[in-house]
């Protein structure tokens, strides 16, 4: 689903929620309880694939890229760390600064 599908979705959901807060005022009208019925049913049938689709893809095609970039990061924060260690051992005011 894209964006403009998803946003769809959740206009729906809060659609449902807020009409079930004041049930008591349009339950008696058959036209109202028929239209609510109807978004019910299709808010279900747009969540389900939604739903499938978090399920089978949950960390996705960002995630494969960024790993390698946080392994770096990683690496470069422990070798900062030990330069700082280095550089406090040997009283080395100037690499601390840079480190």
Avoid: C
Avoid at 18 to 41: F, G, L, P, R
């Amino acid at each position: 689903m894209n964006s403009k599908e998803k946003t769809f979705l959740e206009m729906g959901k809060e659609s449902i929620s807020s009409v079930h807060k004041d049930e008591n005022m349009w339950s008696i009208w058959e036209v109202i309880v028929a239209y609510v019925t109807m978004i019910e049913a299709k808010v279900g049938e747009l969540d389900e694939p939604f739903k499938a689709q978090d399920a089978n893809d949950p960390g996705g095609h960002v995630a494969r890229e960024n790993e390698p970039l946080e392994k770096f990061f990683d690496q470069i924060y422990r070798l900062g760390r030990k330069l700082l260690l280095y550089a406090k051992a040997k009283n080395d005011l100037l690499l601390m600064n840079e480190v």
